[in-house]
């Protein structure tokens, strides 16, 4: 199973040359990819959806920009976006900005697509919420011809992938109820053993979920230190 890295995207410790700093230094330690997400926005009021509360969502930086930003400044490691919300564009429009961003970083470039959850977002979009799952199929035939103008009706199931995003919280061993992917570097290890097992193809380490990382209010050089720490000590095996 590969190891990804989150890019850091939300909150104080995602500035442009942290961006640089910590996928280099994945780059340097073996990191197979690189991985943002998309928020377009965040409510004043919390929706329904418990997600929309959540802080980490509360200052995202785009995730094509930034990806693009770290496209000339690495030279192996793959990039990757997930998720891109189909409904927020249009077809043609993610079609060529994809297809740019796999040319300038000499086809490295990974992109999950999704349908979006958030109200506030597809009424700031001016789309409507409802039937968009019909309308991403229809999306996604639209992409196909776009990129290859021929109609796909098989998928080889040998190749399909499956990438984790894995929110990762390094601290003291030793709580009975810890959520996966949360505790000591050895039983973190031991998680992303057993999502191998279970046939995940990569795990990237998302450290935007780490409040003492990826939240506004933390410590910048704390952030980055604690940052740093994390992705040396997870590093994978042989780097």
């Known amino acids: 199973m590969f190891l990804g890295f989150g890019v850091p995207v939300s909150g104080v410790w995602a500035t442009p040359g942290n961006q640089v700093r910590l996928v280099q230094r994945a780059e340097e330690l ?28 509360r200052s995202v930086l785009d995730p094509v920009v930034s990806l693009a930003h770290l496209a000339g400044r690495t030279d192996r490691i793959r990039l990757g976006v997930a998720v891109l919300n189909m409904p927020f564009s249009s077809p043609a429009l993610m079609a060529k900005q994809l297809t ?33 799952g019909a309308r991403a199929d229809e999306f996604l035939t639209a992409l196909r011809a776009l990129w290859t103008k021929e109609v796909v009706e098989l998928r080889d199931p040998d190749a399909v992938r499956f990438v984790c995003r894995g929110p990762v919280r390094l601290g003291p061993a030793g709580d009975p ?17 057993d999502l191998r097992a279970q046939g995940v193809t ?9 409040p003492e990382i990826g939240s506004p209010s933390a410590d910048p050089v704390a952030a980055v230190r604690r940052a740093e720490e994390t992705l040396e000590a997870l590093a994978p095996a042989g780097s």
Do not use: C, K
């Open 30 to 57: 073996g990191y197979r990819s690189a991985w943002t997400f998309q928020r377009l926005l965040v409510p004043v009021e919390p929706e329904p959806d418990a997600r929309s509360g959540m802080e980490v969502y």
């Open 100 to 132: 740019t961003l796999d040319i300038v970083s000499g086809g490295r470039l990974d992109v999950g697509l999704g349908v979006g959850w958030s109200r506030v977002e597809f009424v700031a979009s001016g789309v409507p919420y409802e039937h968009r």
């Open 177 to 193: 109820g810890r959520r996966p992917l949360t505790g000591s570097v050895e039983q973190v290890r031991d998680d992303l053993d």
């Open 202 to 210: 990569e795990v990237f380490l998302d450290l935007n979920w780490d």
